[in-house]
């Protein structure tokens, strides 16, 4: 008989039973004197008891601030030193801290502000060509929850300053009151039906999930980890920070956001031995004129995860990038992330065909997903996964989570996948409308509903159409109202300024109607086959 698709992740290392703060604090008492945090382009270092007394002191203002258990605090803010202070002294209080995209804009900002009924948010003065406080003052206004909004460029300090009323004891007081399956965190993923939905997860689900990363990468004390993906996101602040964390070993972030030649001068200045990032941070890295002058010598591990790796990508990482043991991660904001992971001693096909093996203490198995019935192995079929990683739901959305989360508690992926004989996955295609590009979920109905404000447009499609750099790229055809005119250009400018920048379509097809089923349905993947060939590209064409 065949086997099933159906594999738990067995191990011989029990889950943490504790919460983020006390997981820091044992790590602080075995090794306070190593290296824990630095953050390159600020000049900050940080040895694990220098990180321990400045979440000390960010928890200590908090409270100052009456920042009580469950309350909302945001952070919104690139990659700083002060994203990862606020990361753990909110988790030493019990806030819930809430994760603003920094490509995000008025409309997804408003919404985020709004959904988590966010009271105090800490915000850098902006990013890149952004103001994101002239952005917060504008949505202001619509956002009654919000109270205070602290800049961190300007009074971090004072913010700081605020705490020194509070004794260790009050500090100590409400850590006691603390349980590991507390909410913690709120994520704002993109699903299939308009607005992000507010992912919320626990203490135990993201300290689990960074620390078996962790195990499966095998860090001690002495590695030194490379992340230049961003913390607002899981990769950046889970598979990195907790990872690091939980095992002593010291984050080292390169800049705000990912510059090839930062990153490269970061790995080989700071002797780092693993490395972070999505497909095309490595390829950028890689086709980079510092990369033939980079010493990657103490390199050994990493993690490659967001989107589809390229089998040559692959490869030229482990061999000209000194990265022996770099694994695949697959995984969703939902189950915190990491669900399957393929193993550092793994056969080289493995690594470049597959997203590895369940993670240790998960289940994963492959349905059909019409009749929900499990199947053979080698079928293909809707991936699920359950365990200590699922999310507690999304945040005020009971509707939305009982339809991700079925009954018996399987988190229903929304990816096609097949598993094979020795059980490990690989990933085949998506049953949701989702598109993917350079690692950012993009919900298509988000910006088709964002489209339709143009008083011009009658109907809006959106999907996504192949690309080498970004694994896809958004492409919305567009039907003008009887008698209208309107153009590419006239559309990327709406949307400009109000959704972020990498939702914002860079194909446009205007068009007077739509490839339809006989019962008058859009097929969008008749129009991704027509789009592709337009193009001119392929699957493994060129962007």
Same mark, same amino acid.
């Given at each position: 008989m065949q086997p099933s698709s159906y594999v738990h992740g067995t191990s011989a290392v029990p889950l943490l039973g504790e919460t983020i703060g006390e997981n820091l604090r044992r790590t602080v008492n075995r090794v306070s004197d190593r290296d824990a945090l630095i953050s390159v382009a600020q000049g900050y270092r940080a040895t694990y008891r220098e990180l321990w007394d400045a979440t000390t002191e960010l928890a200590k203002a908090l409270l100052a601030r009456g920042v009580a258990k469950g309350d909302r605090v945001?952070?919104? @803010?690139?990659?700083? #030193? !002060?994203w990862v202070v606020i990361q753990y002294a909110t988790a030493r209080i019990g806030a819930v801290l809430v994760n603003v995209n920094p490509a995000y804009k008025t409309q997804e900002l408003r919404h985020a502000l709004n959904q988590s009924g966010l009271g105090l948010l800490l915000l850098s003065k902006g990013f890149r060509q952004t103001s994101y406080e002239d952005m917060v003052g504008a949505v202001r206004p619509d956002c009654p929850a919000l109270g205070d909004a602290?800049?961190?460029?300007?009074?971090? !300090? $004072?913010?700081l300053a605020d705490g020194t009323d509070i004794g260790d004891d009050q500090l100590a007081a409400r850590e006691s009151t603390l349980n590991f399956d507390d909410p913690i965190n709120i994520q704002y993923t993109s699903g299939t039906t308009g607005a992000p939905k507010g992912a919320t997860l626990s203490h135990h689900n993201l300290l689990n999930n960074g620390f078996f990363c962790g195990e499966v990468l095998g860090y001690t004390e002495v590695d030194r980890?490379?992340?230049p993906v961003p913390f607002y996101h899981c990769f950046g602040m889970v598979i990195g920070n907790l990872a690091a964390t939980s095992h002593g070993a010291c984050v080292v972030t390169p800049g705000e956001a990912f510059d090839a030649e930062a990153t490269l001068t $970061?790995?080989? +200045? !700071?002797?780092?031995? +693993?490395?972070?990032?999505?497909?095309?941070? #490595?390829? $950028?890295?890689l086709d980079h004129a510092r990369f033939g002058h980079t010493d990657f010598s103490t390199l050994r591990t990493g993690v490659m995860a967001g989107s589809p790796c390229p089998i040559e990508v692959m490869k030229q990482v482990r061999e000209r990038m000194h990265i022996p043991e770099i694994t695949i991660c697959?995984?969703?904001? !939902?189950?915190?992330?990491?669900?399957t992971q393929t193993r550092v001693d793994d056969p080289v096909e493995k690594r470049v065909a597959t997203v590895g093996p369940v993670h240790p203490h998960v289940e994963v198995q492959v349905i059909d997903p019409e009749t929900g019935r499990l199947l053979p192995r080698g079928e293909r079929g809707e991936l699920c996964t359950r365990g200590y990683s699922v999310m507690l739901g999304y945040w005020d959305d009971e509707e939305a989570t009982a339809t991700a989360i079925d009954r018996s508690g399987w988190m229903h992926t929304g990816d096609l996948a097949t598993m094979d004989d020795d059980g490990y996955l690989s990933i085949v295609g998506r049953i949701k409308d989702m598109i993917i590009r350079g690692g950012e979920n993009i919900s298509p109905r988000e910006v088709e509903e964002f489209l339709y404000t143009h008083p011009d447009v009658a109907d809006a499609q959106v999907?996504?159409?192949? @690309? +080498?750099?970004?694994?896809e790229e958004v492409m919305a055809w567009v039907k003008p109202r009887p008698g209208a005119t309107i153009d590419a250009d006239g559309l990327a400018s709406l949307c400009r300024g109000a959704i972020a920048t990498f939702k914002i379509p860079r194909y446009w097809k205007i068009v007077d109607t739509f490839p339809m089923t006989v019962t008058g349905k859009v097929q969008k993947y008749r129009m991704r086959e027509i789009a592709t060939e337009e193009l001119g590209r392929t699957e493994d064409g060129p962007a």
């Open positions: 945001g952070i919104w @803010s690139p990659n700083r #030193f !002060e602290v800049v961190l460029d300007d009074h971090w !300090e $004072a913010l980890v490379c992340v $970061a790995v080989e +200045a !700071e002797k780092c031995t +693993a490395l972070y990032g999505v497909p095309t941070m #490595f390829i $950028a890295q697959y995984g969703m904001t !939902e189950t915190s992330p990491v669900s999907i996504g159409v192949p @690309s +080498a750099r970004y694994g």
